[in-house]
Structure formats: C-alpha cells, structure tokens
C-alpha cells in the first residue's frame, strides 16, 4: 500500500540554524500538508499546498517558514532560523482529488522529531 | 471555525473491557470525520472516517464510530479492548468538500492494565 515518507526521523539543530524537513507525498496525490505536534500537545495545522502554491496557511506559519516542492516528487518544509519553540513533531500528509466532489482523506506520514537546542 | 472537543484526557480500561472515547465537534458545512491513533513516537493512522451514508461507520483494528449529528458526536467505541490498543486517539474534522486542512482534538491518551 502506497505510503507517505518523511525523512529525517529525527533532527537536532541549534537555534538559529536552517532545517530542511522533507517529504515524499503518495504519488498520484495532488495537495500537500505540514502539521505540527508539540510534545503533549495537539496535531496543528501548519500550511496547505496545492498547483504548486500555498493555499492556506495558519498563524504558525510565519516568514520563518516555507515550503517547496523542487521536483515531481518530494515536498519540503523550510524553517530559516530555528528557535527553541519549534521543537515539535512535524508531519507532513498528502491527499488526492477525491470523486464525485467529494474530497478524500489526508494520509499521515510517520513524522520528524526537530529537536532545537 | 471547526473545531473539535475530546473530554476525556486520560482514560483507562482493564483488557477485555469495552471502550468508548468521546468526540465532540463544531462544524458549520458538512463534516468530513476521523479518528486517528497514535503510538508513541509514531505517526497518525488512520482508524476510520465518516462522511455520509450509514452513521455507524467500521474501521480497522474492530473499532466502530457513530456519527450523531443532533449530538455533533462521533464517538469511538471498541467492544473488547486488547493491550496493543494503549495509544493516543485524535478525533479530527475536515470539509467534505473542500481540499482545506483536517483540524485535530487534543487527543485522549489511553492505557490498558491487564
């Protein structure tokens, strides 16, 4: 069954640094999500991605962040300067067109663990 | 704005016993539901959804949810609980007609002793 990956598994940076947290979405799907969990806390949303723009984005996602997606197949989410409260759990989810107007189910990777230091 | 309401923080079942985690949401269209589970350290599977047709809907795993919609419920139930089933749930609420984000309870961790 095809699967959403993410890799690193797990990121230490130190503050101020650049991370790079990437994702290969399932293949023949067409919108792309980053969400966040804080350790203890709920899964937020972070930014959506569709035709290659952003479509929605959340107060989280400030100029600290963007997101690309450089080739056919993977999607990035770029923090420029990292600072302690980033640390979290960042998934990145994908999902297809849907049928019949209906849209259908985002589907999780397993996650990056970015821990700041 | 939706939102999402899981009341429960903590719950714990001997093995064996039936299971019910609640959900609660606030949804102005037509709402597109999930239940979630996570391991620790893991990532977010997906155990069922719902969206239309039959309200009690069936997952992976012997879970089952039921949509009410008087109640703006969609609570997750499991008639015997095994030890493999200690994770964290997220009830979660998205459009049913649009491509915009999933937005998440805070989760309700639960915890079996034999």
């Known amino acids: 069954e095809p699967e959403v990956t993410q890799t690193p598994s797990h990121q230490v940076t130190q503050m101020g640094q650049e991370v790079i947290l990437r994702c290969v979405p399932i293949s023949n799907h067409l919108y792309f999500y980053w969400y966040r969990q804080i350790l203890g806390q709920k899964v937020e949303f972070l930014v959506s991605?569709?035709?290659?723009?952003?479509?929605?984005k959340s107060e989280i996602f400030d100029d600290q962040f963007s997101v690309e997606r450089p080739d056919g197949s993977n999607f990035t989410l770029k923090i420029r300067s990292t600072k302690l409260e980033d640390s979290a759990m960042y998934f990145c989810?994908?999902?297809?067109?849907?049928?019949?107007?209906?849209?259908?189910?985002?589907?999780f990777g397993p996650g990056t663990r970015l821990t700041v230091l | 704005a939706q939102s999402v309401t899981q009341p429960d923080i903590h719950i714990t079942v001997s093995e064996g016993a039936s299971l019910e985690l609640r959900c609660n949401y606030s949804y102005g269209a037509t709402p597109y539901l999930f239940w979630y589970v996570q391991s620790p350290g893991q990532g977010l599977q997906l155990l069922l959804k719902y969206f239309s047709g039959d309200t009690l809907v069936q997952g992976i795993k012997g879970f089952e949810a039921e949509f009410k919609r008087s109640q703006s419920s969609f609570n997750l139930r499991k008639p015997s609980v095994h030890w493999s089933d200690a994770a964290e749930y997220f009830c979660?609420?998205?459009?049913?007609?649009?491509?915009?984000?999933?937005?998440f309870g805070t989760g309700t961790k639960l915890q079996v002793i034999p």
């Open positions: 979660a609420v998205g459009d049913l007609y649009t491509n915009q984000k999933v937005t």
């Open positions: 989810a994908s999902k297809n067109m849907g049928l019949s107007g209906i849209t259908d189910t985002q589907y």
């Open positions: 991605f569709y035709n290659n723009e952003i479509s929605e």
